[in-house]
């Protein structure tokens, strides 16, 4: 499980790696993007501990000074999200995700189908067994499905 979500993890940190060097990381604080460095640097030592860690400091740089409708917010919400064991937490790391992320282009709808799928399979790992738990899931699912319907993507991976 741990070599999964750090996968996962790296996936995610080689695409943000991909666009530190375009426009989107230009402007971006030395107090965000230092931890976030941090945060790359243990994943590439599957030192999922310390990459958490990173990655809460520059998801809360983020928060207090980029704001939380701020798309690299979104990133590093869901980043965080990738690692963290509490469902509840991954839950709301998700939740903030979506809600910073944009929606102009294709990527950037797949990649909030992504969080909206990642989203249902955190509520569904909680092991209350309340039924409360289990319609919050399916919320989530029927709002992921919405989004998904919304922007053409019943054809994609996401909508399959």
Not at 55 to 60: E, G, I, N, P, V
Not at 95 to 121: D, F, H, K, N
Request: negative net charge; proline residues 4%; glycine residues 8%.
């Amino acid at each position: 499980m741990l070599i999964e979500t750090l996968r996962r993890s790296v996936g995610v940190a080689l695409v943000l790696g991909a666009l530190s060097a375009g426009e989107a990381w230009a402007g971006t604080p030395p107090e965000v993007l230092e931890p976030y460095n941090a945060y790359r640097a243990a994943l590439e030592a599957q030192d999922a501990d310390a990459a958490r860690l990173q990655a809460r400091k520059a998801l809360d740089a983020s928060l207090e000074i980029l704001g939380e409708d701020d798309a690299l917010t979104g990133v590093l919400a869901h980043n965080l999200a990738g690692l963290e064991p509490d469902p509840k937490l991954r839950i709301d790391l998700y939740r903030t995700a979506i809600a910073a992320s944009p929606t102009a282009t294709r990527e950037e709808q797949m990649a909030v189908a992504e969080r909206w799928v990642l989203l249902s399979q955190a509520h569904m790992s909680q092991s209350s067994g309340r039924r409360l738990d289990f319609q919050r899931a399916r919320n989530a699912i029927d709002d992921g499905w919405r989004f998904i319907s919304k922007h053409g993507l019943e054809t994609t991976t996401f909508g399959g």
